[in-house]
């Protein structure tokens, strides 16, 4: 597979996540990515984003940008939000009956599940980074 990129930037709002996984299926069929990874990638960057608006804070006119690409036998999905730091993966032990227990979690959990990697970087212009890494088969 030939290495691809692209990037998407929408407004931090839940009613447009739809749009979202639309434009990553799109570009995942384009790219040659089998169904079952496009289903996961697209899972996986729904989840990293829905957590981005929904414990972001990140207040009216924001945006979030997800920077896509495949390189070999690799997907990766970098999202960033201009939020408080937070770094979800601090804390977490991706654990199903500690998710359970707690009521919050699941979706990095599904996240652990799919995901060969899930690294979070504070960047030096303020803005938290969630990259994602999905093996494709």
Known sequence: MADQRSKIEFAA?????????CEITRL??????DDLTTLRFVLAIDEASANAI???RL????TIEIGVGLRGHELTARIVD???AFDPTQGND???VSVTRRKRGFGLYLMSLIA???EYERTASDENSLTVTIPVH
Request: net charge negative; hydrophobic share 25%.
């Open 116 to 118: 060969r990697t899930i």
């Open 82 to 84: 201009r939020g408080p």
């Open 54 to 56: 929904e414990h972001g």
């Open 13 to 21: 709002d839940v009613t447009r996540l739809d749009e979202v996984r």
């Open 28 to 33: 995942c069929r384009e790219w040659g990515v």
């Open 59 to 62: 207040g009216d006119g924001a």
């Open 94 to 96: 991706f654990d199903p």
